[in-house]
T-cell receptor, first 110, second 111 residues
Framework: GIQVEQSPPDLILQEGANSTLRCNFS?????LQWFHQNPWGQLINLFY???GTKQNGRLSATTVATERYSLLYISSSQTTDSGVYFC????????????FGRGTSLIVHP | DGGITQSPKYLFRKEGQNVTLSCEQN?????MYWYRQDPGQGLRLIYY???????QKGDIAEGYSVSREKKESFPLTVTSAQKNPTAFYLC??????????FGQGTRLTVV
């Protein structure tokens, strides 16, 4: 099946810093999502971004499907950004069954 | 409000017992999924269903069972055959090929 690798595995920032999280995948995809898992375990949808660039406030994401990667940018980080960030891609061509990377754990210190 | 509801939020199971986790959605999605998450790990697929009355095993289906009798509901039973059931369980749904949405999860502990 498709392999999903996220980097870095852990990230520690001071409030106000910027960061870039990366998601590499081993096969072409027609669907990609970014999620934020909050301290209570809930997965919050950030972006549904098969290709191109999207922005939502301080967060933006870019997917370059032909080169098999996606980037999540966090600007002016806040303590509430802490948690784990996951990307998910389809397990295989055809129906979308989300397959997850191991995530990037982000801690933002005040 | 549309969404996915999982219950209970916390569940305790004695060894040898079967327990059932509930997942209900009112998003009119055809596809539903169950994932397991262990501490510090990503999400692993247990079962998925793309249409009513049909479901398929995921990567770690042993010791689990599901049913999909209604479009809105996809309950997961953790059977006594699952030797290490303590974990966080997440249910999700999506339209065909579309964005997936998750419930708030059920934390299962063996006592």
């Amino acid at each position: 099946g498709i392999q999903v690798e996220q980097s870095p595995p852990d990230l520690i920032l001071q409030e106000g810093a910027n960061s870039t999280l990366r998601c590499n995948f081993s096969d072409s995809v027609n669907n990609l999502q970014w999620f934020h898992q909050n301290p209570w375990g809930q997965l919050i949808n950030l972006f549904y971004i098969p290709s191109g660039t999207k922005q939502n406030g301080r967060l933006s994401a870019t997917t370059v499907a032909t080169e098999r990667y996606s980037l999540l940018y966090i600007s002016s980080s806040q303590t509430t950004d802490s948690g784990v960030y996951f990307c998910a891609v389809p397990a295989s061509g055809g129906s979308y069954i989300p397959t997850f990377g191991r995530g990037t754990s982000l801690i933002v210190h005040p | 409000d549309g969404g996915i509801t999982q219950s209970p939020k916390y569940l305790f199971r004695k060894e040898g017992q079967n327990v059932t986790l509930s997942c209900e959605q009112n998003l009119n999605h055809d596809a539903m999924y169950w994932y397991r998450q262990d501490p510090g790990q990503g999400l692993r697929l247990i079962y998925y269903s793309q249409i009513v009355n049909d479901f398929q095993k995921g990567d770690i289906a042993e010791g689990y069972s599901v049913s999909r009798e209604k479009k809105e509901s996809f309950p997961l039973t953790v059977t006594s055959a699952q030797k290490n059931p303590t974990a966080f369980y997440l249910c999700a749904s999506s339209s065909a090929g579309g964005e997936a949405f998750f419930g708030q999860g059920t934390r299962l502990t063996v006592v």
